[in-house]
């Protein structure tokens, strides 16, 4: 597939990773999912992002799915107490979703860099927000 050549860096790689989108070099955020205001490099200002609630819907769907399969293998499996069920799904669920947080939003902001998309704009141009 051809690389867009306005881009030096691949976007949705490079926010990925926590890198900005247009160089590869800045830092996307400022703090754990905090965005920060513009790219410390290139000074590319991050205005245009806003992941929404994609990532946690991603995280809730993909994470949810893995540990309700595991639990109920557990559960049929061993029948253990409830505060087994606690003290394992708990600290799972926290190691699995807060860091596959983080790079879901950086492929959403990624992904919106990359395709240039804006609020209240489709893909001809006009602008609808009015």
């Not at 890198?19 to 790219?39: D, E, M, Q, V, Y």
């Not at 200002?45 to 540990?67: N, W």
């Not at 049929?76 to 606690?86: G, I, K, Q, R, T």
């Not at 979703?97 to 919106?112: A, E, F, N, V």
Request: a negative charge; charged letters at 20%.
């Amino acid at each position: 597939m051809a690389e867009d050549s306005a881009f030096q860096v691949d976007p949705v790689k490079a926010a990925t990773r926590g890198r900005c989108p247009h160089c590869g070099k800045g830092r996307l955020f400022s703090g754990f999912l905090t965005l920060a205001p513009r790219c410390d490099h290139c000074d590319l200002d991050y205005e245009f992002a806003d992941s929404g609630d994609g990532p946690a819907v991603f995280v809730i769907l993909i994470i949810g799915f893995v540990v309700c399969g595991l639990a109920l293998w557990v559960e049929v499996s061993f029948s253990p107490p409830l505060w087994v069920h606690l003290l394992l799904w708990l600290p799972l669920i926290l190691i699995l979703c807060l860091p596959l947080l983080r790079i879901l939003k950086g492929t959403m902001i990624g992904l919106q860099y990359k395709n240039r998309a804006a609020e209240g704009r489709l893909a001809d141009g006009i602008d609808r927000s009015e």
